[in-house]
DNA sequence: CCATCAATTGAAATTGGTTTTCAATTTAAC
DNA sequence: GTTAAATTGAAAACCAATTTCAATTGATGG
């Protein structure tokens, strides 16, 4: 079974909650699918092959996830919240088309560092940071 | 005049729109207040001395501001927008105590250097960006 | 000054994403 | 199996943001 699953079937258990297969269902599609989906992208595709599942119950699963640290809450700034599976990859940040929407992810070292550093001349304790780069990626640029 | 004040005028002069009564309060306001207040937060404030002042308007004259040049929108993730005026100050950044909501602003030219080159990198071209530290004060840490 | 007309205003209604409620159902443990 | 607690889906509620609309106000220019 994935890494993934165990860890969210014991934090369920550790919890006091329960696996049902709902739960499966959206996890599977979870980790399956494209990243940065928000809660009504992942209910329509699920919806496709399970149509019994219900949009609050996705909702729910999601914030599981999160809470489980098997998703990460993401905000674009379009509204909707989106949700991506953080894998065993570090973290990254992101670029985001103004024009097709794409986002590409990205990791330096050296930004990161001198957050800290930010940080540290003001005395302040990081916990977590966002940095996101609007603009217009390569394919929109020569379009 | 303000100088801000000043290109508030020109700005609805040039696009056709009128100078009101409200609107020169909602900017007297804005210019003297704190800044990164949201819609509501200014409403309120202006309530007190100004009880006719509608919520619609201070919204509808908030968005004027922004596209006229003279504040920025933020969002902290809190779910308010929020404004904040530009003032002749650079771009900077934020970090957000969880703790006690306090904002410290800094401008860290190597990051944005480097912000630089990663886009670069991507062939992308970047429009605006934001990055924000979530944390803990000092103020909150040593108490 | 006054007439005119488009822009503005404030209250209330609407929107859209998120979150909660609740009765029926399912799960895990005994 | 029985039982108690957790879960589910539909619908309602929530809440900041946005729009609607009838009444009012500002700018223009006769
Ligand atoms: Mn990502
Ligand atoms: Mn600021
Ligand atoms: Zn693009
Ligand atoms: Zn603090």
Known sequence: MGEK???????????????????EIILDEFLRGDSHLSTEDLYLK?????PGIGYAT????LKLFSECGIAEVRNFG?????YESTTCEEHHDHLICK???AII???D?????????VAKDHGFAIVSHRLEIFGHCAKCLYK
Chains 1, 2 share one sequence.
């Open 109 to 117: 070292p050296r930004i990161e560092e001198l957050q800290e550093q």
């Open 46 to 50: 699920l919806r496709k092959k399970n």
């Open 78 to 82: 379009d509204g909707q919240t989106r």
């Open 99 to 101: 024009a097709c929407g």
């Open 5 to 23: 699953k165990q860890q969210f079937r014991e934090f369920l258990s550790r919890q006091g909650l329960k696996s049902t297969r709902q739960r």
């Open 105 to 107: 992810e990205f990791e």
């Open 58 to 61: 996705v909702y729910r699963t």
